[in-house]
T-cell receptor
Framework: DAMVIQNPRYQVTQFGKPVTLSCSQT?????MYWYQQKSSQAPKLLFH???????NEADTPDNFQSRRPNTSFCFLDIRSPGLGDAAMYLC??????????????FGPGTRLLVL | GENVEQHPSTLSVQEGDSAVIKCTYS??????FPWYKQELGKRPQLIID?????GEKKDQRIAVTLNKTAKHFSLHITETQPEDSAVYFC???????????FGTGTRLKVLA
C-alpha cells in the first residue's frame, strides 16, 4: 500500500563521495518534491517537478541535482557531500489540482550520514 | 515570496487540556493551508487542511481557523492525549504555484 517509496531508508557516504537517493510513487501525481530536513527544523524545499518541468529553489546548493526520468521516479544526486549535508531527505508528491493546491504526500525519508 | 511564522516553538499541556498553535503568512495570494504532524524519525503526516474560501474546519478533536484579513490561521486540539505529542508544522501554498512554505514547527508535549 506504500504510495511514496524512498530508497534507501538509511544511507552512509563518505565526505566528497557522490550519492543518489531515489523516490518512486504509485499515485501517478504530476508534482514531485525533494525536501531537506535537519533535526528539529522545518522541511526545506530543494526542488520540485511539474511533470518534467524542473523548478530549482534559489538557495539550493549547486552540489544538489535532480532527475525525473518518468512520472513515477525522481532522483536526488549529491555530487560531493559535505558534513553539512547530513540530514533527512524527504520526497513528496501532489496532484495537479487544475488551479488549486492538493494534498501533499510524503515518503518515509532517507536519512543521510556523511562520514 | 511567502514567509510563514509559527508560534509557540514549544508547548506543554496537561492531558485533557486544549492546545492552540498559531501561524501567520505574508503572501495574500496563499490560498491553501495544511497542518502536518511529525513524530520523531517519521514523515510529516497531514492532519487537517483549509482553503481560503473557508473560515473554519473541524475533524473530531482537531480544528483549524483561518482569518484571511489578518493573514493568520490556527490549529486547535481539544482533549489532548499523550499520543498527540509530536512536532506540528503549518504551511501555506500560494495560488499559481505548487510550493508549500513551512512554518518553523511547534513541539507539543502532552503531560499525562
Amino acid at each position: 500500500d506504500a504510495m511514496v517509496i524512498q530508497n534507501p531508508r538509511y544511507q552512509v557516504t563518505q565526505f566528497g563521495k557522490p550519492v543518489t537517493l531515489s523516490c518512486s510513487q504509485t499515485l501517478n501525481h504530476n508534482v514531485m518534491y525533494w525536501y531537506q530536513q535537519k533535526s528539529s527544523q522545518a522541511p526545506k524545499l530543494l526542488f520540485h517537478y511539474y511533470d518534467k518541468d524542473f523548478n530549482n529553489e534559489a538557495d539550493t546548493p549547486d552540489n544538489f541535482q535532480s532527475r525525473r526520468p518518468n512520472t513515477s521516479f525522481c532522483f536526488l544526486d549529491i555530487r560531493s557531500p559535505g558534513l553539512g549535508d547530513a540530514a533527512m531527505y524527504l520526497c513528496a508528491t501532489s496532484r495537479d489540482g487544475r488551479g488549486h493546491q492538493e494534498t501533499q504526500y510524503f515518503g518515509p525519508g532517507t536519512r543521510l550520514l556523511v562520514l | 515570496g511567502e514567509n510563514v511564522e509559527q508560534h509557540p516553538s514549544t508547548l506543554s499541556v496537561q492531558e485533557g487540556d486544549s492546545a492552540v498553535i498559531k501561524c501567520t503568512y505574508s503572501d495574500s495570494a496563499s490560498n491553501y493551508f495544511p497542518w502536518y504532524k511529525q513524530e520523531l524519525g517519521k514523515r510529516p503526516q497531514l492532519i487537517i487542511d483549509i482553503r481560503s474560501n473557508v473560515g473554519e474546519k473541524k475533524d473530531q478533536r482537531i480544528a483549524v481557523t483561518l482569518n484571511k484579513t489578518a493573514k493568520h490561521f490556527s490549529l486547535h486540539i481539544t482533549e489532548t492525549q499523550p499520543e498527540d505529542s509530536a512536532v506540528y508544522f503549518c504551511a501555506a501554498s500560494p495560488s499559481g504555484t505548487y510550493k508549500y512554505i513551512f512554518g518553523t514547527g511547534t513541539r507539543l508535549k502532552v503531560l499525562a
